[in-house]
């Protein structure tokens, strides 16, 4: 490893490390400890389908001290596993910590890991090779929660259940994963999100079948604290200070590089162009996901925050100001064209995480950009009760088939069409 | 991956890079070891200085594990758009790319754990 690339990852390790460590803080001096930890441990064994937002169920601190964990297991996963730091690992990292502000808890994101490690042993892989699934495939955490607390087991028989229902998730999911990239060729940023779903379909099914119904309760914090509202434009910030002081005057034209990459998977943007450029990036999707909130003021709770988290992720592994905003146009077109208000969760969970398709307008331009995001918004409003909830990556779903629906047309056209 | 799928992949992917340069002429060369390869494609089209040395850096990137083994699958399949060469450059050994008169050469090397560089033309300075 270069001196250069060493620097890159300890700097990315040491932003992940203090962003983890300032939210635990930051939830106690919110919530106070004791309030912090009773919130965490009630969470543990709550409903963790979409969409419960943990700072509605358990507090700020609560809900914070769950999502640093979250990340804290996968930071001690890729260390674990002996890979560097770098654009996906980063968007994984934000990604788990988002989505434990809205469904994932330490307790039921860890038996997938363990699945996603036996099924790499079965076909003699390391870890490693398949850690990108077993990450982003804790997107079922809320299976297991409810095979776990909602069947209505007794305690042993709950948490075996829970386990055993776990590691066949986490098993099975590296093979969908596989099947399902070919889909969409890698225009789809979330593709766990599609491989999630996928599995969902069939879980949620056999649950169904076998009689048991769980409730369709949707928890969504309508409040409006100024710490809540100014925790992503203050980490947005710090991001871009961090890159304009890696670039320094090259800051700029680094910005202006990753502008250029289509953004299609896998696009890590740190080694493609530049932590410094990633770093900003990531910081201006932040600023503006944040003023879009604002402006159609929707509350910022936990799974906005998740989302913008995940985006913010992103933006060192696919997502740019530059290839995202036709996604999110097309996806506020189809929410004023079918009535809805910008500001109900769908909608604004769909502008957010919709930016899973930038690489279809970074790669075709514009229009399919557009029409994707349209697309998108008339599909996830469907999605969600498809697989009861059970996949948190519901937009990656919803992005996933919109992917597959505009890829395979073109494709269609690009090879069918005479040249000879 | 049987090696047969894994070599007509990295074909697929690299022709595809040289194609989208439409040349009128594209040689492929294969040698097989035991337990490594080298891959040489000769074109005929024009390339400057900066997309050689763009290529030169997707292809010799370092070794990303997490990245090949999950997203190296579309290697040579999902070819709608452009060509990615960071995709075979997480699982090279080794790569050169240089002029030849009128176009370019690149030079790949693959192999397992107990691949043995001195069964192919690696460069000597260069020998993992």
Redesign the interface.
């Known amino acids: 490893?270069?001196k250069q690339?060493k620097v890159k990852i300890d700097t990315l390790l040491m932003i992940l490390v203090l962003f983890l460590t300032a939210l635990i803080i930051s939830g106690f001096f919110v919530s106070g400890l004791g309030n912090s930890i009773k919130g965490f441990v009630k969470l543990q064994t709550h409903p963790a389908r979409l969409i419960n937002d943990y700072i509605e169920i358990a507090g700020i601190g609560g809900a914070l001290l769950n999502a640093a964990l979250v990340g804290f297991i996968g930071l001690i996963l890729i260390h674990i596993?002996g890979?560097?730091f770098?654009g996906?690992?980063y968007a994984a990292i934000l990604t788990m910590t988002g989505f434990g502000l809205f469904g994932k808890t330490p307790l039921n994101i860890i038996p997938i890991v363990l699945g996603v490690f036996i099924s790499a042993k079965l076909v003699n892989?390391?870890f490693?090779?398949?850690?990108?699934?077993a990450l982003f495939g804790t997107a079922l955490g809320p299976l297991v929660s409810t095979l776990a607390w909602e069947i209505g087991f007794p305690l042993v028989p709950a948490l075996i259940t829970g386990l055993a229902g776990g590691i066949i998730t986490g098993f099975f999911l590296p093979s969908i994963?596989?099947s399902m990239?070919?889909l969409h060729?890698?225009?789809n940023l979330y593709n766990m999100g599609l491989t999630c779903g996928f599995f969902g379909l069939f879980a949620s099914a056999l649950i169904k079948g076998l009689g048991h119904s769980y409730s369709t309760d949707i928890f969504w914090y309508s409040g409006a604290s100024p710490f809540l509202i100014m925790l992503i434009p203050v980490v947005s910030l710090f991001l871009i200070i961090m890159g304009l002081i890696e670039g320094g005057g090259k800051s700029f034209s680094n910005l202006k590089e990753i502008f250029t990459f289509?953004g299609?998977?896998?696009s890590?943007f740190v080694?493609?162009g530049s932590l410094s450029g990633a770093l900003i990036n990531s910081g201006l999707i932040g600023l503006f996901g944040s003023l879009y909130i604002y402006i159609i003021d929707a509350p910022f709770n936990g799974p906005v925050i998740g989302g913008l988290l995940t985006i913010m992720g992103f933006g060192a592994f696919g997502t740019h100001l530059k290839n995202s905003w036709p996604v999110v146009t097309g996806v506020v077109a189809a929410t004023m064209v079918t009535g809805n208000p910008l500001n109900s969760p769908g909608p604004v969970l769909a502008a957010i995480f919709s930016t899973t398709l930038s690489p279809l307008a970074g790669?075709?331009g514009i229009f399919p950009g557009i029409l994707a995001g349209f697309i998108h918004l008339l599909m996830v409003l469907q999605t969600g009760s498809w697989h009861g909830g059970m996949n948190l990556y519901n937009n990656g779903f919803a992005g996933g088939l919109t992917a597959a629906l505009i890829?395979s047309v073109?494709?269609w056209y690009?090879t069918n069409k005479e040249e000879f | 991956m049987k090696r047969r799928d894994f070599i007509l992949h990295l074909i697929g992917e690299i022709s595809s890079y040289i194609l989208e340069g439409d040349p009128s002429r594209m040689v492929i060369s294969l040698h097989q070891e035991k337990d490594g390869l080298h891959l040489c494609i000769i074109d005929d089209s024009e390339h400057s200085d900066k997309e050689i040395e763009k290529m030169n850096k997707a292809l010799n990137s370092r070794k990303r594990p997490e990245l090949a083994g999950y997203y190296g699958a579309m290697t040579g399949q999902d070819l709608l758009g452009s060509s990615r060469l960071n995709l075979l450059g997480w699982q090279l050994k080794h790569c050169d790319v240089n002029r030849t008169g009128s176009g370019i050469k690149i030079d790949l090397w693959l192999g397992g754990d107990s691949f043995d560089s001195r069964q192919f033309t690696i460069p000597d300075q260069e020998k993992t």
């Open positions: 490893m270069t690339s596993s890979i560097s770098s996906p690992t892989k390391n490693k090779d398949y850690l990108i699934i994963a596989f990239l070919h060729q890698g225009y289509p299609r998977l896998p890590d080694d493609l790669e075709f890829i073109i494709q690009r």
